[in-house]
Structure formats: structure tokens, C-alpha cells
């Protein structure tokens, strides 16, 4: 990739992970009512538990995203960048059912949640594909021997 665009792809997912963390705990924040179980305990509703989650992985973005700002090496560029990946698909299922899932209200406040993430998720994978992309036709072009006929 271009040196003076190198740096944006790590630059979009510390922006897109700061945004994940600041979206639960503030604007797009998951209901703060409390389950009433049968035996008569309250506990938090699973859209507590996946904004939670979400703030973690967007925490693990910026720090992901500051080393890759900094990496020198473009092997070490690439292997960040798929942590960059599976870190946003992980964003991607944690409000999925079979792993911690939100309400099943349509009209609640953890669904606009989901819908934020949802974009902001799609960020974070533009800047990880960005950052592979850009250094796999950066290797293809040095590696090129623009068809020595010899």
C-alpha cells in the first residue's frame, strides 16, 4: 500500500473501535431493566451482557489497531489485520442466539444497539481487508518482473 495511505486502515479501526466502546455506554446503550427470575432473583438481560462484550472486542480493536499503526514489518501489517478480522466477526455473532443473543422485543433499545455495532463491525472489516489487500498488491507488484521476455 501507498506509504502515505498505509497508516488509514489502522487509523479506521481505532476510530470504528473507539465508536464500538462509546455506542453501549453512552447513545446506543442496551436496556437496564432486570429479569425477575422464578425463585425471585433479578439478574441483567443478555443485551447487558452483549454490550458488555461489544465494549471488550471494541477495546481489543484500538489496542490491535495502535499496533498496527506502528508495526514496521508487513507480515506482522497482515497478521494484525486478520486479528482485526476475526475480532469484528466475533462482533458479528456475539448478538446471535447460539452465543449470548439480545431480547426478543423488536422495539427495544438492544436492537438499535445491534444495528450500530452492525455498521460500526463493517468499518473494522473494511480496514482489515483494506490493510491485506493493499499489501498483497504492493508484494504481487514488487515480486513482479513486468514480463522479462528475457
Known sequence: MNNRWSKVPALLAIIAGALIII????????????????????????????????????????????????????????????IIIAQAVALLLIPRSFV???????????????????????FVLLAGLANIIGSNSKTSLENNDHFNLG
Not at 25 to 32: D, I, V
Not at 50 to 78: D, H, M, P, S, Y
Open 23 to 82: 455506542a453501549p455506554l453512552s447513545f446506543a446503550g442496551p436496556c437496564r431493566e432486570l429479569l425477575e427470575l422464578k425463585a425471585g432473583g433479578l439478574v441483567a438481560m443478555k443485551c447487558y451482557w452483549t454490550a458488555r462484550i461489544f465494549v471488550v472486542i471494541g477495546a481489543l480493536i484500538v489496542l490491535t489497531g495502535i499496533l498496527q499503526l506502528f508495526a514496521k514489518n508487513q507480515e506482522t501489517q497482515r497478521l494484525l489485520s486478520v
Open 100 to 122: 449470548i443473543g439480545i431480547c426478543g422485543m423488536d422495539m427495544a433499545a438492544c436492537h438499535y444497539l445491534v444495528k450500530v455495532e452492525t455498521v460500526l463491525t463493517g
